[in-house]
């Protein structure tokens, strides 16, 4: 089968297409004929050698690509799946998704038919509102009427918190940008309001019970005084910066704050048994409209193209790869 691999540390020049044999599922697998497959800024950080000193990352050569929905080809013993069912996937482990097949834990794979979401917006989505979803459950419990702050609120993960917090009971949820003229575009997202990250002085005296930080570097700093006591930042990416900054011990003690990371296909590798629940739970989201982000959908032959988006910050929502029918 066609895959498309990161054979070095480089630009999207480094994608290049292999031929590689077609996985057989095993007990409580499932093989899928990819049809969507979504490109997140890890792709793109593995590829540029951005987590290179890391253990856990990834390295080269992969198939990068996380998410994937498609149809099942095969399925293995006690999958729970028939040949032909449309599926989109949580975060899988491995990567690989940016091929003709995929091979996936059943517990990671979610049915599609009739919940009216197309697979596009199942493949750029799903994932990452279940992320959300576990991070407000099991790493942190978002309390009763709680005040979120999301920063880099335009991106992939973040533009999902405000719909899964007021699911939970949040009673509002400000989103950050960099810059004035994405303010509108994130008022879209759901977001009660969206003030600048470089002028967190505006929000004055305010506190927030969870801050949801996928940014990192210097904002994250700044960001630790507006916890309210008690309060607890989630960790959940560094998009915004190659350096991870330290967080001064004794002010989060002294405060009675925290700091809390979650990485999600870790902790889904683990254990996947929370996966389908927090799916089953937010999958309404899409179905009643609640959220539909949006999607530029790109031919698998352009997967460089899109790395090459990414990479120039030209990226407007999720980016998604496409194979022919």
């Given at each position: ?237 560094s998009a915004g910066s190659e350096t991870a900054p330290m967080v001064d011990s004794n002010a989060v003690w002294g405060k009675n704050i925290g700091v809390i990371g979650f990485n999600v296909g870790g902790f889904l590798a683990a254990d996947p048994a929370p996966a389908r629940p927090a799916a089953d739970a937010v999958l309404p989201l899409y179905t009643d409209g609640r959220i539909r982000l949006p999607v530029t959908v790109l031919p698998m032959a352009q997967a460089r193209e899109a790395h090459r988006r990414m990479d120039a910050g030209e990226a407007v929502g999720r980016l ?6």
């Amino acid at each position: 089968m066609r895959a498309l691999s990161i054979t070095r540390y480089g630009g999207p020049e480094v994608l290049e297409e292999i031929e590689t044999p077609e996985p057989v599922p095993g007990p409580g697998e499932v093989t899928i004929t990819v049809s969507h497959a979504s490109v997140g800024l890890i792709d793109a950080l593995i590829r540029r050698g951005t987590l290179a000193e890391y253990d856990y990352a990834p390295k080269p050569p992969l198939v990068p690509g996380l998410e994937v929905a498609g149809t099942i080809r095969a399925a293995g013993p006690g999958s729970g799946f028939s040949v032909g069912d449309e599926v989109v996937t949580l975060t899988l482990p491995g990567m690989g998704g940016y091929a003709d097949v995929k091979l996936a834990p059943a517990a990671l794979v979610v049915p599609l038919a009739g919940t009216g979401v197309e697979r596009a917006q199942a493949v750029a989505g799903l994932a990452n509102t279940v992320t959300a979803y576990l991070s407000l459950t099991e790493a942190v419990r978002l309390p009763k009427d709680a005040r979120v702050l999301v920063h880099g609120a335009l991106g992939g993960l973040a533009s999902v918190y405000p719909e899964v917090a007021r699911l939970l009971g949040a009673r509002e949820v400000v989103g950050t940008v960099r810059r004035p003229e994405q303010v509108e575009a994130a008022k879209q997202l759901g977001f009660d309001r969206v003030v600048l990250s470089g002028d967190l002085g505006e929000l004055g005296d305010e506190r927030f019970e969870i801050i949801v930080d996928p940014v990192g570097g210097d904002l994250r700093i700044a960001s630790l005084d507006l916890l309210a006591p008690m309060g607890r930042m989630l960790v959940v990416g560094s998009a915004g910066s190659e350096t991870a900054p330290m967080v001064d011990s004794n002010a989060v003690w002294g405060k009675n704050i925290g700091v809390i990371g979650f990485n999600v296909g870790g902790f889904l590798a683990a254990d996947p048994a929370p996966a389908r629940p927090a799916a089953d739970a937010v999958l309404p989201l899409y179905t009643d409209g609640r959220i539909r982000l949006p999607v530029t959908v790109l031919p698998m032959a352009q997967a460089r193209e899109a790395h090459r988006r990414m990479d120039a910050g030209e990226a407007v929502g999720r980016l998604v790869l496409a194979n022919p029918s």
